[in-house]
């Protein structure tokens, strides 16, 4: 049995490739503790996870295993021990190593880094030297020698948890994750040393002294013995044939010229006159700049010593002379007259005279201006002819006679038939554009301030502003079925049971005022400026001529209602409009245009003319910009989509602008001022947005004669036709076409 266990053993010693030691020379194993004594002939008690552990060990590599089993062999074993030794001996030859579950296991919950038995970094891990970052995204770090995935640890700690370690851990700022492995090591004292010399820029060896004495291995004596005692070389005392090669070289460059021996220099300086060759006109070419100084202007009569009568100044002329300031006077001296040129005594100023002479001489710069040749006419901006842009009322056609005083407004029927102004004579009148008739007159009893006709084609209603009432007249004129449903739709309101209450009361006419025309009065308790109606007919603005936040009232027609849309007052307001496309309320206070979204009840944009003060407003039918008036001669161009600052201010009139109004299907705006001009512009809106509007005036209309320094009031286009109509202080009312 006992040679049978020899044999068992040599083989095993043979495999493993390492000397058997005896049991006094048994290795001691720093990876796991050595088995217990076996000499009381007791089985040695191995469980299935200590072989485990074994059998891994010395597929890997290691002979401690054996070396446990030739120890446990020296210390008498009987023999079933021996024959459970060689079983599993040769199950250990035949069985490859476990995973690293079966491993971990196997350490009875010890920790990897307690049993360390090679040099490594971890025995158990096997993966080899690949990249880690491999296995980033798999459960495992690489495989083991049969193929099996090595897990890794499972981390189930999430953020909560590992703050409650480094809350509660005291070592868990010493505490780093393997990356090998993926455990966590603590490092011990001496390794958190070794760290924090490192980050100090220290040396690791924290034995070793970098400020030690240096050794001096070669002493500074001077010795005997030279350091080598090989003979000389004979080239060290032969002549060299390479450097009579150059010198012979050498000699014959300097016998052939080509090299010039270096002479003694003359010590004697060397002066040369520096302008000897310069040409006196030459100045120019060198100096690029220069100027000549001016000269002195040359003495006249003045300066005589005998001047002519002429030239002497009066008693007055010199007072006045003496009374001037210096820099003002023509002469900075007085003539004088002496009989003969021995009585002219010396010159007062000379001495100042020179040095202000000398001063300018010096301190005044002068420098050539080289003249840019520019054309004038490329500073012209280049605009098109007025005949490109035609057509425009380029002439006076009719003119509507018959106000006695002067006509403030006028407006313009939907279809272009009918004309109606309001003047200071206390009467509306209505005429025929075409023939310049008078049709109907309608006394109202007070300077009418505003008229405005209904834009909605099916509604015939003028609205006319009378000091604190706005008259609502039905002129019956033009289609009798357009007047009879106006009728109609103003009988067919049915009032409220309880009457709301309202900033205006809504009356109904008389018998008698009906015969006229008038249909409705809404009263308002203060005066009336303006009036104007919302495209779709049915509601109109009303701007009174009193303080506060009541400036503004909306009235709607359909079902007789008023109301104020502002809580505060930003100035007084001098005219409203509607926008044309959009809900939106345009006011124009005498320093600014506000932009009100009438649905979201909110300011949308302000508008600074930047002018003193607005005095007319006017909407282009696109919407998108919009023309304000001033009263210091100014016409402001808006266009919302670019800035709340004018796009382009226009000063053609001579005195305040009046009125402004655009032309609703041609590209065509027109203004009246005070100096009895009314000019018409061409303003053509793009429908690119990157294309600027182009503002080109046409034509200056002039035929209205200022009445008490008051020229043209009102403008306004015809909705089809290139035509303009103009109400002046004169009375009358012109039609250019």
Not at 70 to 77: K, R, T, V, Y
Request: with cysteine.
């Amino acid at each position: 049995m006992d040679g049978a266990q020899s044999t068992v053993c040599a083989t095993a010693g043979a495999r493993s490739g390492k000397r058997l030691l005896g049991p006094e020379q048994e290795e001691p194993s720093l990876l796991w503790a050595p088995a217990p004594s076996l000499g009381d002939g007791s089985d040695s008690g191995l469980s299935d996870s200590e072989e485990s552990v074994f059998s891994g060990l010395e597929d890997s590599g290691s002979d401690s295993s054996e070396d446990s089993t030739e120890g446990q062999d020296g210390a008498g074993s009987d023999e079933g021990h021996s024959r459970t030794e060689k079983t599993t001996g040769q199950q250990a030859g035949r069985t490859p190593s476990t995973s690293l579950r079966t491993e971990a296991t196997s350490t009875q919950g010890n920790h990897e880094y307690a049993e360390d038995s090679s040099d490594e970094e971890d025995v158990r891990n096997t993966v080899g030297n690949v990249p880690l970052q491999w296995y980033d995204d798999f459960p495992h770090v690489g495989y083991d020698l049969d193929g099996r995935r090595i897990y890794k640890p499972v981390r189930t700690r999430d953020e909560l948890d590992q703050f409650l370690d480094k809350m509660e851990d005291p070592d868990y700022w010493r505490t780093v994750q393997d990356r090998m492995t993926g455990y966590d090591v603590r490092l011990t004292d001496e390794q958190v040393a070794l760290v924090q010399r490192l980050q100090r820029g220290q040396f690791g060896d924290i034995s070793f002294d970098p400020y030690e004495p240096a050794v001096d291995f070669f002493s500074g004596d001077l010795m005997i013995h030279p350091v080598t005692n090989r003979p000389a070389d004979k080239r060290s005392f032969i002549p060299s044939l390479v450097e009579k090669e150059k010198v012979s070289r050498m000699v014959h460059a300097i016998k052939m010229g080509w090299i010039q021996p270096r002479r003694p220099q003359d010590p004697t300086p060397n002066f040369y006159d520096l302008w000897a060759q310069e040409d006196p006109s030459a100045v120019l070419g060198r100096h690029k700049m220069h100027v000549p100084a001016p000269k002195l202007a040359l003495p006249g009569h003045a300066e005589s010593y005998n001047p002519p009568p002429e030239y002497l100044p009066s008693e007055e002329e010199r007072l006045a002379w003496e009374q001037q300031e210096p820099s003002e006077r023509k002469l900075n001296f007085l003539p004088r007259k002496f009989p003969s040129l021995r009585a002219v005594p010396a010159y007062g100023r000379f001495i100042h005279e020179r040095f202000e002479r000398c001063l300018d001489l010096y301190l005044c710069p002068r420098q050539r201006k080289m003249r840019v040749n520019v054309d004038p006419e490329d500073l012209i901006p280049k605009l098109p002819r007025p005949r490109d842009l035609q057509p425009f009322p380029t002439c006076q056609a009719l003119v509507y006679r018959g106000h006695s005083d002067l006509v403030r407004c006028l407006s313009v029927s939907p279809g272009g038939q009918w004309l109606a102004s309001g003047s200071d004579d206390g009467s509306v009148r209505l005429w025929e554009v075409a023939t310049a008739r008078c049709m109907r007159t309608v006394s109202v009893g007070g300077v009418v301030k505003s008229v405005s006709w209904n834009p909605h084609p099916t509604i015939c209603l003028v609205a006319v502003a009378v000091e604190d009432t706005v008259l609502l007249l039905n002129p019956a004129l033009g289609d009798r079925l357009v007047v009879g449903s106006t009728d109609q739709m103003l009988g067919t309101f049915i009032p409220p049971e309880e009457p709301a209450l309202q900033p205006a009361r809504w009356l109904e006419a008389s018998e008698e005022e009906r015969q006229q025309g008038l249909r409705l009065r809404i009263c308002h308790g203060k005066p009336v400026a303006q009036v104007t109606w919302h495209g779709r007919g049915d509601y109109m603005a009303v701007v009174l001529a009193t303080q506060g936040h009541t400036q503004v009232l909306i009235h709607q027609l359909s079902r007789r209602r008023s109301q104020s849309p502002f809580r505060r007052s930003h100035g007084q307001v001098q005219c409203v409009a509607f926008h044309p496309v959009r809900p939106f309320l345009l006011v124009a206070s005498q320093r600014s245009v506000r932009l009100y979204h009438l649905l979201r009840q909110e300011l949308t944009k302000k508008l600074m003319p930047n002018c003193k003060w607005v005095s007319s407003l006017a909407v282009h039918p696109a919407g998108d910009n919009l023309i304000c008036g001033s009263y210091d001669s100014k016409l402001v161009w808006f266009d919302l989509d670019l800035s709340t600052k004018p796009y382009r201010v226009l000063r053609h009139h001579k005195k305040a602008l009046r009125a402004v109004a655009f032309h609703p299907r041609y590209p065509l705006f027109a203004s009246g001022s005070d100096d009895g001009s009314v000019i018409v512009c061409h303003g053509m809106v793009y429908n690119d947005l990157l294309q600027n509007p182009l503002l080109v005036p046409v034509k200056v209309l002039r035929g209205h004669t200022l009445t008490r320094d008051l020229g043209v009031l009102d403008v306004a286009f015809h909705p089809t036709q290139p035509w303009v109509f103009s109400s002046g202080a004169d009375g009358t009312i012109r039609l250019f076409t």
